[in-house]
């Protein structure tokens, strides 16, 4: 970008406009991802809707590329490229509490932190993901999971409201009844259809949780898998619990003798009674006793948090994923394979189930296109050493490959990896790509909004 130009943005937006000239430059483009190492001709940091607007206008009539960051969080580093401009929302942190309509209202460049605290403060929550440094914004309009879904959904399918800028430069605000199409495609198209500054959620009742842990040792992990993917199904929605596949991390809860042992293992969250969700994790030394089991009264948000210090932002990250009907038994030796195989004490493998209320969406009322899944998997090299950045990606991909054909073919797109092309955005959209190409040929026809999982405005 020319110095003119530049000087031209600054002067139309409130927010600062950082340029690689600028002294914090280098610290404005870190991602979570350290792995991905890109450099936009400039970052700039929206105060407002009306900077939102300034800026989509700005970009589009001068003709420069697009990319938005809410949180940063995303794996294939979609939220910037080189050259191109980043409207970055994080200034927009806020989370507005209706407790009595049991509603939030969250600004664009929201955290799960933020969200989470503000609504514990009322007894309340919304189904999120599981790590609390992630931007709402990326992952709602990715579709959503976490500790809650069993119970309550998915985050879309508690997704009231969006304010919207449009590539025109217009602003929308979609709902059920108002500019429903684009309500729909939202919910879990991803940031294809425009810049979303607001959101709001419906909340439901949730205050102390019974946060459980049960791990065991490695060579366990084919009976495991086959106890686990019979008992959650049948087990309480108010019980949730995602499979791992991990290497014991030094410290609390877990006691000296299994740290840096490599365990299979289930995280566990119940939402109701604390007394109903011991005795149904009595079941835990079913597949063999357990190498730790822990439960413990925990306030969600601290839930919510718990893995932030073990995978903070700036390590070096890869990951896949799918979706998948069932956990067969030829899918459990290709997990057993690469669980004794971690190339780092970080790299991990998680299912989580998607089941319960989520199922209870009927198959066209958002854009998710697979609501008889019954687990999203995603496999995550991870590492902090920039000298490992190959052999933790090729480990993941290894691992994908080999369980790809046992899974139903596309993944949760948040969970979609850097470079698996086109046909990856087209299996996870199933029969909706066809609805969201309309959509997005209505509301972005020249594919201003691209630096994502695109979809591509029909022809």
């Not at 605290?117 to 790590?131: D, E, K, V």
Request: hydrophobic residues 40%.
């Amino acid at each position: 970008m020319d110095g003119t130009t530049l000087e031209a943005m600054r002067t139309t937006l409130r927010g600062p406009v950082i340029a690689p000239q600028d002294p914090e430059y280098d610290s404005a483009r870190k991602i979570y991802n350290a792995m991905i190492d890109r450099r936009p001709a400039a970052i700039v940091r929206c105060t407002d809707t009306a900077d939102v607007l300034a800026a989509v206008d700005f970009v589009r009539d001068h003709e420069l590329e697009l990319a938005v960051r809410a949180g940063g969080h995303s794996g294939a580093g979609l939220c910037e490229v080189d050259g191109a401009v980043t409207l970055d929302l994080s200034p927009m942190r806020w989370v507005r509490v209706d407790p009595a309509a049991r509603t939030a209202r969250v600004g664009g460049g929201t955290l799960l932190a933020d969200l989470d605290h503000a609504t514990h403060a009322f007894g309340l929550a919304t189904p999120a993901g599981i790590m609390s440094t992630t931007g709402v914004g990326g992952l709602t309009l990715g579709g959503g999971h976490g500790h809650l879904t069993r119970r309550y959904g998915l985050t879309i399918d508690n997704l009231v409201a969006a304010d919207v800028v449009l590539a025109d430069g217009t602003f929308r605000t979609a709902t059920e009844t108002e500019h429903p199409d684009l309500f729909w495609a939202l919910r879990g198209g991803g940031g294809n259809f425009g810049v979303v500054t607001s959101f709001r959620f419906r909340l439901h009742p949730v205050d102390t949780v019974v946060l459980g842990i049960t791990l065991w040792p490695v060579d366990h992990t084919r009976d495991v898998l086959r106890w686990y993917r019979d008992f959650l199904p049948r087990a309480s929605e108010d019980l949730n619990g995602f499979f791992a596949v991990l290497e014991v991390p030094p410290g609390p809860p877990f006691p000296e003798e299994i740290h840096g042992h490599r365990m299979c293992g289930v995280v566990w969250c119940g939402t109701g009674d604390p007394d109903g969700a011991d005795r149904a994790l009595a079941a835990v030394r079913e597949p063999g006793p357990p190498a730790f089991h822990f439960t413990t009264p925990m306030p969600y948000p601290a839930v919510q948090s718990m893995f932030d210090e073990l995978i903070p932002t700036g390590l070096q990250w890869y990951w896949r994923g799918d979706f998948f009907a069932e956990i067969s038994d030829a899918a459990i030796d290709v997990h057993a394979k690469y669980a004794e195989n971690l190339p780092t004490s970080l790299s991990t493998m998680h299912l989580y189930p998607i089941d319960g209320a989520a199922h209870r969406v009927a198959p066209d009322a958002t854009a998710w296109g697979y609501r008889d899944a019954m687990w999203s998997g995603v496999i995550g090299g991870i590492d902090p050493d920039p000298a490992n950045a190959e052999v933790i990606r090729q480990w993941c991909v290894d691992y994908w490959q080999d369980l790809h054909p046992h899974s139903m073919g596309g993944a949760y797109v948040n969970f979609i990896g850097a470079g698996e092309g086109h046909e990856r955005v087209e299996a996870t959209y199933r029969d909706h790509y066809a609805r969201l190409a309309e959509i997005k040929r209505t509301y972005d026809p020249t594919n201003l909004f691209h630096a994502n999982q695109n979809i591509v405005p029909a022809g």
